[in-house]
């Protein structure tokens, strides 16, 4: 049962110009999305995050969109840049006191940036 | 640099042996989570400790075990290994038990021949 799911293995777009990642979920449980960039061999690395509450959250260059009722969210990185290029990651936790906080995550998109 | 550490980098041994995994979390975190990556499974949760006490468990065998000691440190038991528990072991951590984010130490590769 793949909760959440990224349906895009790979992205190639030029420097300067959007990129868009998407994430899909079906647990309507989730009340934390996360997205993550791994580098092969490194582990992940936090980008940015959104609770339940919010549709929007913005961090420079970074822009998570979440959309509840779509149960959707998407990352835009504006400007790409070449140092951008990796692995990105969608993840989701639902939070329960007694059952602790476990992050789910999707398949990944691979993101080249091209120069 | 998340401040999560993790050792070894590198670990390579034979089926049927048994391997420990160290994290220490980021200073002031008190919980700890452990993820394995393999090619066929993706990043998967396989079990959390906040402030010494077990609090969640995924998908862990039995074969693998866990503790978070009075330090926050954690250790991951793998024993009678197998080829297939070849993979990335992940730690992260967070400062309370759940509902923010989790940052990842650089992970141990294992290597069962």
């Known amino acids: 049962d793949q909760q959440v799911k990224q349906n895009s293995p790979s992205l190639s777009v030029q420097e300067g110009r959007i990129s868009i990642l998407n994430c899909d979920y079906t647990?309507?449980?989730?009340?934390?999305f996360l997205w993550y960039k791994k580098y092969p061999a490194e582990g992940p690395t936090f980008l940015i995050s959104?609770?339940?509450?919010?549709d929007k959250n913005e961090d420079g260059r970074f822009t998570v969109f979440l959309n509840k009722s779509a149960k959707h969210l998407s990352l835009h990185i504006v400007p790409s840049q070449p140092g951008d290029s990796a692995v990105y990651f969608c993840?989701?936790?639902?939070?329960?006191?007694?059952?602790?906080?476990?992050?789910?995550f999707g398949e990944g998109t691979q993101l080249t940036v091209n120069p | 640099d998340s401040g999560v550490t993790q050792t070894p980098k590198h670990l390579i041994t034979a089926t049927g042996q048994r391997v420990t995994l160290r994290c220490s979390p980021r200073?002031?975190?008190?919980?700890v989570y452990w993820y394995q990556q393999s090619l066929d499974q993706g990043l998967q949760f396989l079990i959390q400790y906040y402030n010494g006490e077990e609090r969640a468990k995924g998908n862990i065998l039995e074969r693998f075990s866990a503790q978070q000691f009075p330090d926050l440190h954690s250790e991951l038991n793998l024993s009678s290994l197998e080829l297939g528990d070849s993979a990335l072991y992940f730690c992260?951590?967070?400062?309370?038990?759940?509902?923010?984010?989790?940052?990842f130490g650089p992970g141990t590769r294992l290597l069962v021949l």
């Open positions: 200073s002031g975190d008190l919980s």
């Open positions: 992260a951590s967070s400062v309370r038990p759940g509902g923010e984010t989790q940052y």
């Open positions: 959104i609770s339940s509450i919010k």
């Open positions: 647990n309507s449980m989730f009340d934390y």
């Open positions: 993840a989701a936790s639902a939070w329960g006191e007694t059952s602790g906080s476990r992050l789910t």
